[in-house]
């Protein structure tokens, strides 16, 4: 051996240093910030409900599939639902996703655009922030890798076990949440796409293994979106606080998937990106690898867009998530694919592809400092014991929504004090609002209201409005802010703050 280290094993000493990093990066603090309500409301169910039962509870009382809430209640049961415990499973299968990612750029391109693009991967705060989260997001993002890495290995070599990899793999992706349905279709166009342009007929007695793989896909999804359409009304009703998203939310998006920062920040790294992608698509023509990213990388988004405008607004960052791998990936290639003429001055132009992506990992770094320096979510785990230390016995509680009681009763330890929901204008309709006489009568022989409010930012004038109807007889003696929560106390005017 000698010196003499070959590029085989420097690139897979290299991939392990940054899988390591990643890895820290996501395990670190795992269990530091508060559970917050996405991830109590997931607990919740988890808690109140066995396996079976949550086959057909979540389907039936959440806008998501039952696999990831099966799995996280047969994980609760074994370690516990601590902050670290529930939180663990998102991590590992962050870092999985790692590994995979490199093997996708390797399959597509070569050894250097894998290393480049699970570099940014994994410094990205965007991953970071679903990696440490008990939802779906994670794992949906792994299983979303693996389909794709067996559809070019199928591509490639098809063989029956290959292709039932391929199924599996991909039929998960729709099975842990709708919009996995985005990874089927995306490989369906690119299919049809690469048919067309070879100018090869589409017959049912020349398809490929990988084509009948995919046209398996579709047979036995069929069932789940005749499901999804006849209850199409139901499972969309709650989301009408999302707003129709114009050119710049779907641009910004995108430039979140590499950094959560703003300001010059954000611009830099966003040029960097277009920069990147920019040279992965200036050649001509284009080849089917670099075809399959750009519809990857497009479908999640502007199907998504299409999503809310034809039916309602869903546009919302963690939905596109699928489409963030190929993002990365296109602007690593255009680092890499830069050639080895010479610029003078001994430089090539591949190292003015390797500046660039260097350039881009340090322009992240900033915000995976903040991300890990900073606390991001709901701060229930602080709110909830302060209220509960100063709270007496015969104290009102009114949290917002069932939601925000979901979060609060995962820290409450107090079972003296009366805790309700109320409904803030979550419903275009107001169906759902709490109205000013339920909120008198509620509050009604309580001299001292806690209002514990969150989630106001898209709901302007309700925090005075709660206010306004909780004071009648009262004043705010107490007012406190946490991250994304504020809790007032309103006590008769006779009394004083204890």
Not at 271 to 293: F, I, N, Q, W, Y
């Amino acid at each position: 051996m000698g010196g003499n280290i070959d590029w085989r094993n420097r690139s897979v000493l290299a991939l392990a240093e940054v899988v390591l990093l990643g890895a820290a990066l996501r395990l670190y603090g795992l269990g530091v910030e508060s559970i917050w309500v996405d991830e109590a409301i997931t607990l919740r169910f988890v808690a109140n409900h066995g396996p079976l039962e949550l086959l057909w509870v979540i389907p039936s009382r959440q806008p998501h599939l039952p696999p990831y809430y099966v799995f996280l209640d047969v994980w609760t049961e074994l370690v516990g639902t601590s902050a670290t415990a529930v939180r663990f499973p998102s991590a590992v299968f962050g870092i999985l996703s790692l590994p995979l990612l490199y093997l996708l750029g390797r399959e597509l391109f070569d050894r250097r655009t894998g290393l480049v693009a699970t570099l940014v991967f994994a410094v990205a705060p965007f991953q970071l922030y679903y990696a440490q989260e008990t939802r779906m997001y994670s794992l949906w993002t792994l299983l979303t890798l693996l389909s794709f890495l067996a559809f070019l290995w199928l591509r490639r070599r098809p063989t029956r076990r290959l292709a039932l990899s391929y199924v599996g793999a991909t039929l998960a992706t729709a099975a842990v949440h709708p919009f996995g349905l985005f990874v089927v279709v995306t490989q369906g166009l690119v299919l049809v796409t690469d048919r067309l342009l070879a100018g090869d007929d589409i017959s049912l007695d020349g398809l490929t293994t990988l084509e009948r793989a995919q046209a398996t896909c579709w047979a036995l999804l069929a069932p789940v979106l005749v499901v999804g359409l006849l209850k199409l009304d139901a499972a969309v009703a709650g989301f009408n606080f999302i707003s129709p998203p114009g050119p710049g939310r779907v641009v910004g998006t995108v430039v979140e998937y590499f950094t959560t920062a703003g300001g010059p920040a954000e611009l830099v790294v966003g040029l960097l990106v277009a920069v990147g992608v920019a040279l992965a698509l200036r050649s001509r023509p284009l080849g089917r690898e670099r075809r399959l990213l750009i519809v990857w990388a497009l479908v999640p988004v502007l199907g998504l867009v299409a999503v809310s405008y034809l039916v309602t607004p869903l546009f919302w960052d963690r939905y596109t998530i699928t489409a963030a791998p190929a993002w990365t990936l296109l602007a690593a290639r255009g680092f890499t694919s830069l050639d080895r003429d010479r610029l003078g001055l001994g430089l090539e132009r591949r190292h003015v592809g390797y500046a660039l992506a260097g350039l881009l990992v340090v322009g992240i770094l900033p915000a995976t400092v903040h991300y890990h320096t900073t606390d991001q979510k709901e701060q229930w785990d602080e709110a909830v014991p302060d209220l509960e230390a100063a709270a007496g016995s015969d104290d009102l509680v009114l949290v917002i929504d069932r939601a925000g009681l979901s979060a609060f009763e995962y820290y409450r330890t107090r079972g003296d004090i009366t805790v309700r929901p109320i409904h803030a204008g979550w419903w275009s309709n107001g169906s759902y609002v709490t109205p000013n006489a339920t909120l008198r009568n509620v509050t009604a022989g309580h001299d001292r209201v806690w209002l514990v409010l969150t989630h106001l930012w898209f709901l302007p004038g309700e925090r005075q409005r709660m206010l306004d109807v909780a004071s009648d007889g009262r004043q705010v003696v107490r007012h406190r802010e946490y991250e994304s929560i504020e809790v007032y106390l309103l006590a008769n005017r006779t009394q004083r703050q204890s």
